[in-house]
């Protein structure tokens, strides 16, 4: 700090019996925050300790001395070893690595942009003076003769720091720091005159002055208060650009991603589930004045991690704003804005923390929940699930060696061979991510620690083989064979998708004596109802060419079923399916349930692209199916997974209902295509 206590007068402090002033001392506190901590030691040395704002002033002390005002840690700006990092503990995640190393470099140009100052004096030979030695230090310094010229410049540029002059004609330096704030609030200001007071240095300090050096200048001084107060800069920058927002299925990689950007840049790591949040004022903190009140998570967070420029995850964002009071959104807002959160007010600590340094990643499983306003803000990197060959890789290169370990399965290490990693993929996961296909590793690991402590080595030293992995996890859990050739009436297999990856659906449909209703059950949202009417709509509209019965509808109910679980939110794109398995029922021709259909049905017979197109084939691939039939408008993001995934389904892009139905509907066939 550059406030010369002994040059200003300072009063004599007084007696010190709770050791707070000395902890204040060493804890070398911002200006502001040091006052705000010596007022309330003040007011608790008046007050009896036996009552109760004594104990509330206590430990608004002990908060804010606890806080990292100060602490940073120098960030690791080495992109090839962020990308050794990255490729050392995560596989399969080409577009995501692509994405982060990005936004890395970006940081690591910002922070290697060189400095610019503005040194503001009405002395010709001081302003000269300052601009050789600052200039030597490799900054780009810019002079003005008073406030006034000062301002002209600040209109024209950006300074990352203005070192002015206090007593100056025309603005003086006290001027002209309000009317930069109003301008550019995040320049940093640093005042010299030789006319200090203590109340001129407390006002300057308040007005948000970083630094206050008295006349005649201690080079060394000025070189430290600008190398400090530059300190920030680096992050602060890289900052503006968009908060990245990683969206995805569970167990895809999110959270181990944002560890890797931690790891790479040599910070630390806090990770924030939001998924519980009831109150906005968890976050923000209470006010002082309630019985155990306490800083909101977001400060407590700080102080737990010790530093002010963490890697802070934001995880399951998507996961607030229901039920929730007061607007958590906005409180996300003003913590994520770079213009707002370089003072972020904590409701309990009453004063600004600086939290421009922190490094904000969120997380989310999808983005449909998460509020406009914060969509725009955040910078969305999509992780999709992966494919089976994706999933042998991580598993062989980091969850099964990580899961031996762990299990004290050291050498000699047990040979666990690809077809019993294959086996567990298969029969005893279904899911997009890889925390289940851990878990079941885990499992496994776990039967052969017991096996080796019961007979040794010896009883573990066959490899696992494909049978081996089904004899030690027991029976399987899923069996993909419901997408098996043959086909059923009124019977069609439809892909959709929800925010935990891609899941296989059948959709039934079936017609009985009744007064012409149409019945729909399952789990079914608002927009599949509509589907469902739709693509009976178009049936009758069209039965004569669809081969069905004009009056088909005409004393019988139809009763379509949609059995699966998270599909509400995928409406639209069971449309085609439903059309299936109507005509299916309708023409009397068996749907085959090997091939999965997904697309938007538009009154005329259009197919309309879908969403979700890599899950959706990713759960084909899963499920054993023959063929994939797509809307021809998503061909780009069938293409797209071609590069990626070898083993893909052969997939049937169609314009119109018909192609569907003549590749979905056996017997008669090619019958109902008008192509
Ligand atoms: N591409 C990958 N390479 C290596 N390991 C991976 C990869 N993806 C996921 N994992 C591992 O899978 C496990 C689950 O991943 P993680 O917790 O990061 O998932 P997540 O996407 O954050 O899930 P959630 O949304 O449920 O929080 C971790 O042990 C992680 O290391």
């Not at 000269?128 to 200039?135: E, G, Q």
């Not at 955040?378 to 899961?403: C, H, M, N, W």
């Amino acid at each position: 700090m550059f406030f010369r206590k002994q040059e200003l007068e300072a009063p004599v402090p007084p007696a010190d019996p709770t050791g707070l002033r000395e902890k204040c001392r060493q804890a070398e506190l911002p200006e502001a925050v040091g006052i705000a901590v010596e007022s309330e030691i003040s007011r608790m040395e008046k007050t009896d300790a036996a009552v109760a704002e004594y104990s509330i002033g206590l430990n608004y002390v002990e908060t804010l001395l606890s806080l990292p005002w100060n602490a940073v840690t120098q960030d690791n700006l080495d992109l090839g070893q962020a990308a050794e990092v990255f490729d050392g503990s995560h596989a399969g995640l080409g577009q995501v690595r692509e994405r982060v190393l990005e936004h890395l470099a970006s940081r690591v140009l910002h922070s290697k942009r060189q400095a610019s100052l503005l040194i503001v004096d009405d002395e010709p030979i001081a302003r000269s003076n300052l601009r050789h030695v600052l200039a030597r230090e490799g900054y780009a310094v810019e002079v003005a003769a008073n406030g006034e010229e000062a301002m002209a410049l600040l209109a024209r540029q950006e300074f990352d720091c203005i070192v002015t002059d206090l007593k100056m004609d025309r603005m003086d330096g006290m001027q002209l720091l309000e009317a930069a704030r109003a301008v550019a609030p995040e320049t940093k200001f640093i005042l010299v005159t030789g006319y200090a007071t203590v109340d001129t240095a407390v006002q300057a300090l308040k007005t948000g002055a970083v630094h206050y050096l008295s006349k005649p200048i201690d080079l060394g001084e000025l070189r430290e208060a600008v190398r400090s107060a530059l300190l920030s800069r680096t992050h602060r920058y890289s900052n503006r650009s968009p908060i990245l927002c990683f969206v995805g299925p569970p167990g895809v990689g999110k959270t181990s991603v944002g560890k890797a950007i931690a790891e790479a840049l040599g910070r630390r790591f806090y990770r924030m589930s939001l998924a519980d949040l009831r109150d906005e004022a968890e976050l923000r903190g209470h006010r002082r004045t309630y019985v155990g009140a306490m800083p909101g998570r977001i400060i407590q967070a700080l102080k737990s991690v010790g530093v002010r420029n963490p890697v802070f995850m934001l995880d399951e964002m998507d996961k607030i704003g229901q039920d929730v009071k007061g607007d958590p959104a906005m409180a996300m807002l003003e913590i994520l804005d770079p213009e707002q959160n370089a003072r972020y007010v904590d409701r309990y600590l009453e004063m600004p923390f600086d939290l421009s340094e922190v490094l904000f990643i969120a997380t989310a499983n999808g983005v449909e929940r998460l509020a406009g306003p914060l969509l725009d803000r955040l910078e969305v990197v999509q992780f999709s699930g992966y494919s089976e060959g994706e999933k042998l890789d991580i598993a062989t290169r980091f969850l099964l060696p990580r899961q031996l370990r762990g299990h004290g399965l050291t050498s000699p290490y047990p040979t666990i061979l690809p077809e019993a990693l294959v086996r567990i993929i298969r029969e005893y996961t279904n899911e997009s991510g890889v925390r289940g296909l851990e878990r079941e590793i885990a499992r496994l690991c776990r039967k052969l620690a017991r096996l080796r402590l019961d007979g040794g080595a010896e009883a573990v030293a066959a490899p696992v083989g494909s049978d081996g992995a089904a004899v030690l996890l027991g029976p399987a859990r899923f069996r993909h064979d419901d997408a098996k050739a043959g086909g059923l009436v009124g019977t069609a297999t439809g892909l959709v998708w929800s925010e935990t990856g891609g899941e296989i659906i059948f959709v039934e449909a079936t017609r009985m004596r009744g007064p012409g209703q149409l019945i729909l059950t399952g789990s079914l949202g608002g927009v599949l109802k509509e589907s469902a009417q739709i693509a009976l709509s178009f049936i009758r509209s069209n039965a004569g060419t669809l081969g069905v019965e004009p009056d088909f509808f005409e004393g019988h109910d139809i009763h379509i079923h949609i059995p699966a679980g998270g599909i509400a939110k995928d409406g639209p794109s069971a449309g085609l399916t439903i059309a299936v398995a109507l005509v299916s029922l309708l023409t009397g021709r068996p749907a085959r349930s090997d091939v999965a259909l997904s697309g938007e049905l538009s009154l005329v017979g259009r197919v309309l692209p879908v969403s979700g197109v890599r899950e959706k084939i990713l759960a084909a691939l899963r499920g054993r199916a023959a063929m994939v039939v797509l809307p021809v408008a998503n061909a780009a993001d069938v293409e797209a997974l071609r590069e990626s995934v070898a083993d893909l389904p052969p997939v049937v892009l169609v314009e119109r209902v018909e192609q569907a139905l003549a590749v979905a509907l056996t017997g008669q066939e090619d019958a109902a295509c008008t192509e």
